[in-house]
């Protein structure tokens, strides 16, 4: 079976930095998107890590480790905007997305 | 904007009832993709069409089918609803050919089964 585990819930301040982790467990692995959803939106994309190391997309970077399953995305200069919820996600078969429980983030003044 | 469009955007209907959601893929995008999301089950993969052929399945029930039609655009049927099939779905595409693994999702169709 294939899960992503995410925290479900982190909070910040604006012009902080968070970082949001998903743990992984599948049988193989082509690499880890990372997409943005605000409530009652579409998901959106913001990036993917193919390979190991960090992938870095203006305020938004996504990091990606292999041999530990795990990867993470990191946000910048938070802003109120950016309060929404991030799903991680893998690709699976014909590129149909297996996607992360979710963390919400709520970024305060 | 991301290009694809779907409609219905709400749909409120009785159980038992059957209703058709459609989607329009990106221009050039051969792949549409089905997802549910409900507050329970977050976003779960239905199905894939590619060029007209479903190409995958995930958790669809029985109840519900999909095609996709000479011009890529597709369509969702739910039938014999139920109060559990309350959701929000989305339509997603991608440009399969080019082994890109961005996807593309619409709006969405918020279902409400009353």
């Known amino acids: 079976g294939q899960s992503l585990e995410q925290p479900s819930e982190v909070t910040a301040v604006e012009g902080a930095i968070v970082q949001i982790n998903c743990t992984y467990q599948?049988?193989?692995?082509?690499?880890l998107s990372w997409y943005q959803q605000h409530d009652g939106g579409a998901p959106t994309f913001l990036s993917y890590?193919?390979?190991?190391g960090l992938e870095e997309t203006g305020r938004f970077s996504s990091f990606l480790s292999r041999s530990d399953s795990y990867g993470y995305l990191l946000l910048q200069e938070l802003q109120m905007k950016d309060s929404a919820s991030y799903f991680c996600?893998?690709?699976?078969?014909?590129?149909?997305?297996?996607f992360g429980t979710g963390t919400r983030l709520l970024v305060s003044p | 904007d991301s290009g694809v469009t779907q409609t219905p955007k709400h749909l409120i209907t009785a159980t038992g009832q059957r209703v058709t959601l459609r989607c329009s893929p990106r221009s050039g995008d051969l792949s549409v993709y089905w997802y549910q999301q409900s507050l329970d089950q977050g976003l779960q993969f239905l199905i894939q069409?590619?060029?007209?052929?479903?190409?995958a399945k995930g958790n669809i029930l029985e109840r519900f089918s999909a095609q996709q039609f000479p011009d890529l655009h597709s369509e969702l049927n739910l039938s014999s609803l139920e109060l559990g099939d309350s959701a929000l779905y989305f339509c997603?595409?991608?440009?399969?050919?080019?082994?890109?693994?961005?996807?593309?999702f619409g709006p969405g169709t918020r279902l409400t089964v009353l």
């Open positions: 890590n193919g390979l190991d």
């Open positions: 069409y590619y060029n007209g052929e479903e190409r």
């Open positions: 996600a893998v690709p699976r078969g014909f590129q149909k997305l297996v």
């Open positions: 997603a595409s991608a440009d399969t050919d080019r082994g890109t693994d961005t996807q593309y």
């Open positions: 599948t049988s193989g692995f082509y690499g």
